[in-house]
């Protein structure tokens, strides 16, 4: 696992991605994800699950957790990553009832990079 500089999050390269555009600050990418609540091996959200599509926000801004915003900064169109997020850097003390994550939870997300600003 690699640490982030600033938070408790971390991460794991499982692919190498390709070119060399990477997820900075303010830019829109696209990714795959699945969920796991790493307590109990219990997946919550997977974006290939049918009815679900790949997941797009600003990153580096705060639209989704801390773990997640920061974790995603530096990926490469095509690279696999799995983000090792404390509960205080996802859904902290009260979890996420909906998804049927507990308070205090880790997170484990497997991420796969598709798109940055459109470019695939």
Avoid at 26 to 44: P, V
Wanted: glycine share 16%; net charge neutral; with cysteine.
């Amino acid at each position: 696992m690699s640490a982030i500089e600033g938070i408790q999050t971390t991460y794991t390269i499982i692919e190498d991605g390709r070119g060399s555009d990477v997820i900075k600050r303010k830019d829109q990418a696209t990714l795959h994800a699945t969920g796991t609540i790493k307590e109990s091996g219990k997946r919550f959200w997977c974006t290939k699950d049918p009815g679900q599509q790949p997941f797009t926000c600003e990153y580096g801004v705060g639209q989704v957790i801390t773990g997640w915003d920061q974790g995603c900064l530096g990926m490469k169109v095509g690279e696999k990553r799995l983000l090792c997020i404390p509960a205080a850097e996802g859904y902290g003390a009260k979890g996420f009832p909906a998804w049927k994550i507990p308070g205090g939870a880790t997170l484990e997300f497997e991420l796969e990079c598709l798109s940055i600003n459109g470019k695939k």
